[in-house]
Structures are given as C-alpha cells and as structure tokens.
C-alpha cells in the first residue's frame, strides 16, 4: 500500500475520483456537518488539522475506457481514475463547501489570486476543448442516483437525463449544501479567502492506495468503523457485491446480477427516503422481510412449543444470521454442502424480493402519499395512527399476496379493531386469545406459502378479538382498569379521541379536517393536545362553584374521567387550560376556544356550563361511540359509571 500525507490542493492534482457502486450514498446530516465545520473554525491560520483516512483503489483501464464522459481527460491530460474506498463523507463535504464558496464569490473576482474558473476545473469539473462536455472531478458512479443529483442540485449543472430517483442521501446532499450556504452567506471577502486557504491546504488526509491483491469490498467493510457507522441494509449491499463476482457463472450473468443488486437498493434507497419528513427505518424494513423470506432456515425445530419457536425467529439476530452465517464466501463456493449453498439463482431471488417488498413497504408506511385505493390508504392510515409494529409482516405480506379491494379492507379493518380492543386491556398478554409477535408473523408465513388464503387470515383475526370479547373476566378487569388508572393514562387516549372527532367530521358532511395526527401526538414542554376541560389546577372561582361539595378523590375522578378529555385542533399553552369553561369556548373576539377549534371541541362549545353531570353524559356518549365503532359491549349505563370512574354520581 502507498501511504502519504497531503493536503486536499494536493490530493486533487491529475486525479478524478469516483464513488463506486458498493458504497453507501452521502450520508453525513447535520452532527456530522457541524463537527466538521467547528473544527474548520477553530483551526488556526497557521496550523494543519489531521482531517482522517483518504483509501483508494486504482480503476483499471478495462472499467475506466467505458466511461464516455471522463476518458478524454484520463488519456489526453493523463489523470489517474481512482476508486473512494473510504472517506468518501469528508471527501464529499469538503467539494461542496468549495463549491458553496463559489457560488458566494461575487461574479468577476478571484479568491487567494486565483480564477473561479481554475478552482471549478481542479475541484468541480474540466471541459473538453471549453466546450459543453463535462468530466466531473469528483461524483458518483454512473448508474448511481446520486450522481445527476450531484451535478445538478449541487454543482447546478445542466443535465440531459431527468434525475429517477431522490433518495435519503440526495436529501442529505441538499442540506450540506444548504448547512453550508447559510453559514457561507455571511462572510466577507476575507473570510471566504481564510475558509477556502484552510479547506484546500490545512486539511491533512492520511492516503492509502490498495493494491490489485487486496479485495476491496472487505477492505470497504473493515475500514467503515470511523464516522457514521454503516447500517446493516449498507454493509448488505457490499456484501452482496462482492458476492456477485464470486460465483462459477459466465461473465454476463455476474453483471446481470451485480446490475440487480443495484437496481435494488435504488428503489429501496428511494423509498425509504421519499418521505423527507419521516424517512423510514433501513434495518426495520430488513428485518421485517427477512423474518418471512428466510422462515424455513430460521425455525428452530427442537423446540416444540410453537409459540416459542416463532418468538425465538422473530427475535432472532438477524443481522448476524445474514452477514457471518449466510452470505459469506463459503456459501458460494461450487463445493459448499446443500443445505448453506447459494446459488446465482438464489441471491437474484432474493434481491428481486426485496425490491418487491420496498416498493409495497412505502406505500404501507405513507397510504396518504401512495396509489392504493382511497379505502385502502384510510384503513392504512389508521393502523400507522394505532401502531401495527407486532402485525408489519402480516400486513406487508397480505397486500403483496392479496389484491382484492374488499379483502384487503376486511383485514385491515379486522387488524385495527384487535389493535384497539388490545389497547384497551393493559393485561391483554395474560389471555390466550391475544395475538403476540409469533403468532402473527406464523401468519404472515403461510400467507405467504399459500397455506392459508387472505379470508381465513382475516377470519383468524376476527375470530381471537371475538373470543377476547367473550372472555368471563374481560369486562370486568376493563371497568376496574380504567375506574383505578383513569382514561387520561390510557396509551390509547389520543387515537381514540382522534377517531371520534373522524366520526363527527363524517357526521358533519364536510371534508374539511381541522385536527392533523403529526400536530396532534407532537410532545412539547408545556403544550397540551389532550385538554382536561374541568382543569387540574381548578382554582377559578367558576370551577369551585361548580364542582362545590365534591371530595378531593372525586374531583380528580372527574377530571380524568373520559368524559372531560378533548382533543385540541392545535397543540395549546397549558396555562390555557386553567381558564374558566366560558373563556375556553371562546368569547368576543377570541379566535382560540372550542368554537374555533375541531368538531370535537365545537361540540363541547355547545354547552353552557361544565359540570360533574356533563362530564358523565358526554363519558356516556362516547363509550358508546366506543361500543358502535370497534363492536364490543361495555354494559349497562351502570356498569359504564363504574368505567368511567364516576358511580358516584347519581
């Protein structure tokens, strides 16, 4: 191996860099970005900083004669193509930084006596005969998604191809520019002068060039422990990569599978990333597919209690099952027994079926944003809004192997009213009727090798919420639950106050929402979203008016009693709250009482006065609510008192 230490003027003298397809995409965000600023800052004029490890594999001239738009530059100006083994985070960071100092040059000047034009051709890109044409320094491999996106979201280069993909990378690609243009914009001519000096000639990088003898995607995956570390769906890709070249197959099935792997982590990339809000979890979405691809090899068939045999699957370390006992050399290899061997054939099986499974994970996990039907994206959302972590490889599973509209909105609905009748029984678990992880991932499993159709999946469903209905000590445990625990403990408070302000949106035959989920379930010091209208801090003179004669005991009764719990349209200052009941309505030419917020809260407006009798009539009315929209019987308007805490009151 050569090793030097330079400067990144040095670094980038005769050399063209790309990223190549095993790596991971730019995924520094913003504690990444301001380490590595702060330590530009604090870096004095006259001191180097040692900025890391800079490896690279020379790119042969078999691979680089391909590339249409940089070969010019190698054969004619006798640049050296390299490969970013490791240190493509700081390398990358390091060219948009100069290139946001470009862009905040003013038109005309030169920086440290040098052209704009010489630091675009020696850090962004050269032209050929100061044509059109681009041979870009530094970027991505080709069929990368982030390579147009580097040219054109950040270097605002144009381009002829139409960028297919955003990705959570290119997203982190955008902030860094954005991290760095806001921070740029302010300094003087000086300053920028001072950054891009210690940027270009006071960052040290430790160079290590690979020789042909040493593998480079091990290399790539050894080296990974500094920075942000890899992800198991990163390491994965490299893994399988470096794979792809190992089997005994003709030259075009290796590049049509190497091609696949790809593709594959393109679509999966994108569509983890596509909700820039709420990017979906890498290892999540591997471990839910895995749990159901690789169930045969998973079972532990010692073990007799099938309960325990899927739990034990489910939680098993998946991670460590797919990188040292799966795919590994060995495995591979033409002489490897049976029973571990991988063929060709297998892993293009298994990259297809998480290419499948991603694009169904997304609109699984964002129904509002995908082309699922609008019933579908309704049901779906709800069980995002409840939490369906136990039930994600079921539901992943039945909308892959089951089409049909109706069928698919009877499991959904089947699923959501288990959710919610679970949620209801903190001891849920001591009853056999109750689903746990290895129960409905058994189901997801024959789904998914057809021993069980989709109508007797939902059947299953239905029938365990039905025979925890009908369980004898069911009831009664729920009315002691929530008398001794009070409905503002609840976990399922918020969903359920959600759902009954749906109902009276429907009621109100207007689409208009007035109540949003994000804003709605956000935690913030000292903002509420679930209002306690009869307050905890009761000392206005109306509030000891009306609830006068009443026991410490029983005024805190009343005040968690579900009756007297409102969802709020828009999260409000808890001081808010103390206020006496006309205030809360709203009067005069206030904007922010019930009268103004959503349908839940236009209808307490309604009332006159808030007192322990209203408190128990609206508990009443929606326990029924309750009764009517999950189908389940709570008793009579006694038992419910008892419910609701307040049997006290006649």
């Not at 089997?247 to 999966?268: H, T, V």
């Not at 609008?374 to 709800?382: A, F, S």
Request: hydrophobic share 35%; net charge neutral; aromatic share 14%.
């Amino acid at each position: 191996m050569d090793t030097q230490l330079l400067t990144l003027s040095k670094i980038f003298t005769e050399r063209l860099f790309r990223i190549p397809d095993y790596q991971r995409g730019y995924a520094w965000t913003d504690k990444q970005l301001k380490d590595f600023w702060n330590d530009i800052q604090q870096l004095e004029s006259d001191r180097n900083h040692y900025t890391g490890v800079l490896t690279l594999e020379s790119v042969s001239a078999d691979v680089y004669r391909k590339w249409d738009d940089d070969y010019w530059i190698i054969d004619a100006k006798g640049f050296q193509p390299f490969f970013v083994v490791d240190g493509q985070q700081r390398l990358t960071t390091a060219i948009i930084l100069i290139h946001v100092i470009l862009e905040h040059l003013p038109s005309g000047e030169m920086l440290n006596y040098t052209e704009r034009a010489d630091i675009q051709r020696k850090f962004i890109f050269d032209s050929k005969d100061n044509g059109i044409s681009r041979s870009y320094v530094f970027g991505y491999e080709k069929d990368n998604p982030s390579y147009e996106f580097l040219k054109t979201r950040v270097f605002c280069e144009r381009s002829s191809t139409a960028i297919s993909q955003e990705t959570v990378y290119t997203h982190n690609l955008t902030q860094a520019k954005q991290f760095f243009s806001d921070r740029v914009k302010a300094l003087s001519r000086s300053h920028l002068e001072t950054l891009y000096r210690k940027i270009t000639q006071h960052l040290l990088f430790n160079i290590f060039t690979i020789s042909e003898d040493v593998d480079v995607c091990v290399a790539f995956e050894t080296m990974n422990n500094r920075g942000k570390p890899l992800s198991y769906l990163e390491l994965l890709k490299n893994r399988l990569i470096y794979l792809s070249v190992k089997f005994d197959a003709l030259d075009y099935e290796r590049e049509k599978l190497r091609r696949a792997i790809n593709d594959c982590w393109k679509a999966i990339y994108h569509n983890l990333g596509r909700n820039k809000e709420r990017p979906l979890d890498d290892d999540r979405f591997l471990l839910t597919h895995y749990v159901v691809y690789f169930e045969k090899a998973i079972a532990d068939e010692s073990q007799t209690d099938e309960p325990m045999r899927y739990r034990r699957r489910y939680q098993a370390d998946y991670a460590s099952d797919l990188l040292e006992k799966r795919f590994i050399p060995k495995n591979v290899a033409a002489d490897a027994t049976p029973d571990v061997r991988i063929s060709l054939e297998d892993m293009y099986q298994y990259v297809s079926s998480l290419q499948e499974a991603v694009e169904m994970w997304y609109k699984m996990c964002n129904p509002l944003a995908s082309d699922l039907s609008p019933d579908t994206q309704m049901w779906l959302d709800k069980l995002n809004r409840i939490g369906m972590d136990q039930f994600q490889p079921l539901v992943l599973v039945f909308l892959q192997c089951v089409s049909a509209e109706s069928k698919r909105i009877a499991f959904l609905q089947a699923v959501e009213r288990y959710l919610f009748i679970y949620s209801l029984y903190y001891y849920g678990y001591r009853y056999p009727y109750f689903l746990d992880g290895s129960k409905t991932l058994q189901l997801a499993i024959d789904l998914d090798n057809n021993k069980l159709t989709g109508e007797k999946v939902t059947r299953a469903i239905s029938d365990i919420t039905s025979a925890s209905l009908k369980h004898p000590h069911f009831i009664k445990e729920l009315r002691d639950r929530f008398k001794s625990e009070s409905f503002y403990d609840w976990t399922g408070i918020r969903y359920f106050l959600f759902e009954y302000n749906l109902d009276l949106q429907s009621r109100s035959k207007t689409e208009r929402r007035k109540i949003f989920w994000p804003e709605f379930t956000e935690q913030k010091i000292d903002f509420v979203s679930v209002e306690h209208i009869y307050p905890q801090q009761a000392r206005h003179p109306y509030w000891k008016t009306h609830f006068d004669g009443l026991a410490q005991k029983q005024r805190t009764a009343l005040r968690n009693s579900l009756g007297n719990l409102l969802p709020l349209s828009k999260p409000k200052n808890s001081s808010l709250s103390n206020k006496p009941f006309p205030e809360k309505v709203g009067k005069g030419d206030s904007v922010v009482g019930y009268r103004y917020g959503c349908y839940a809260e236009n209808e307490v407006a309604k009332v006159t006065d808030w007192t322990p009798e209203e408190i128990l009539k609206r508990g009443l009315k929606v326990l029924s609510f309750m009764e009517k929209r999950w189908e389940l019987e709570l008793g009579d308007d006694k038992s419910k008192k008892i419910m609701l805490g307040l049997d006290f009151l006649t």
